[in-house]
C-alpha cells in the first residue's frame, strides 16, 4: 500500500513531443505528489508539485494531472528538448509526515 | 551552505572495509534523509532525522548501517564490513520540516560507493 507504480521505465521522444509519464499510488493518505528531476551524476531536484485540492498544475512546459478518484497522477512535458533528457522520479507524501515514497524512474531521452 | 553537501563524490572500498559517508544540510533544515539508490533503481528510505527526535531508522537495510547527526548539522552514515551489494549512490537531502507548507526536499548530488 505504501508503494507507488512509476511507467514507463524508459522513454524516447522526438524534440517538440510531449513525453508523458504515469504514476499511480495506493494510500489514500497522500497528499503531496512532486515530481523530481535527476541529471546524470546529480542528486534529484524537483520539478513540480501537486496537492490533492486540484486536478491541474502547469508550470512553464510541465504539467502534473491529478486524478484523485483513480490514484493516479502523470507528469507531461510539452515541446521536449534535448535538455529534458534525464530521470524522472515520482513521488508521494503525507503532510506532518517526513517519508517521501519514490517511484522507480523513468529514463526520458529526448532526440535532437 | 548554498546546497545541501555530500562527500566524498565517490568512493571505492574493498569488500569487508568499513566507510563513513557525511552530509552538509541546508542550513536552518530540521529534516534531514539518507536514501540509497541502485542503479536503474528508484530511491530506497534509509533513515530520517528531525530536530532532537528519535530518528527513524525502519529504512537501514542491515545493523551493518548506522547513522548520526549531531544537532541540526552535519550527519554521517556509516556502513561496517560493506559487501558488493551496498554498491550503490548514497543520497543526502533536507528540507525544513514536514509542514505542509515546507516538505520541499533538496537532494545532494550523492555519493557513489563501489565496493570491490
Known amino acids: 500500500q505504501q508503494q507507488v507504480k512509476q511507467s514507463p521505465q524508459s522513454l524516447i521522444v522526438q524534440k517538440g513531443g510531449i513525453s508523458i509519464i504515469n504514476c499511480a499510488y495506493e494510500?489514500?493518505?497522500?497528499?503531496?505528489f512532486p515530481w523530481y528531476q535527476q541529471f546524470p551524476g546529480k542528486g534529484p531536484a524537483l520539478l513540480i508539485a501537486?496537492?490533492?485540492?486540484?486536478s491541474e498544475k502547469k508550470e512553464g512546459r510541465f504539467t502534473i494531472s491529478f486524478n484523485k478518484s483513480a490514484k493516479q497522477f502523470s507528469l507531461h512535458i510539452m515541446d521536449s528538448q534535448p535538455g529534458d533528457s534525464a530521470t524522472y522520479f515520482c513521488?508521494?507524501?503525507?503532510?506532518?509526515?517526513?517519508?517521501?515514497?519514490f517511484g522507480t524512474g523513468t529514463r526520458l531521452k529526448v532526440l535532437a | 551552505g548554498a546546497g545541501v553537501s555530500q562527500s566524498p563524490s565517490n568512493k571505492v572500498t574493498e569488500k569487508g572495509k568499513d566507510v563513513e559517508l557525511r552530509c552538509d544540510p541546508i542550513?536552518?533544515?530540521?529534516?534531514l534523509y539518507w536514501y540509497r539508490q541502485r542503479l536503474g533503481q528508484g530511491l530506497e528510505f534509509l533513515i530520517y532525522?528531525?530536530?532532537?527526535?528519535?530518528?527513524?531508522k525502519s529504512g537501514l537495510p542491515s545493523d551493518r548501517f548506522s547513522a548520526e547527526r549531531t544537532g541540526e548539522s552535519v550527519s554521517t552514515l556509516t556502513i561496517q564490513r560493506t559487501q558488493q551489494e551496498d554498491s550503490a549512490v548514497y543520497l543526502c537531502?533536507?528540507?525544513?520540516?514536514?509542514?505542509?507548507?515546507?516538505?520541499?526536499?533538496?537532494f545532494g548530488q550523492g555519493t557513489r560507493l563501489t565496493v570491490v
Open positions: 501537486i496537492r490533492p485540492d486540484v
Open positions: 537531502a533536507s528540507s525544513l520540516g514536514t509542514g505542509s507548507m515546507n516538505t520541499e526536499a533538496f
Open positions: 542550513s536552518g533544515h530540521t529534516a
Open positions: 532525522f528531525q530536530g532532537n527526535s528519535a530518528p527513524d
Open positions: 513521488a508521494a507524501k503525507t503532510s506532518g509526515t517526513y517519508k517521501y515514497i
Open positions: 494510500n489514500t493518505a497522500f497528499d503531496y
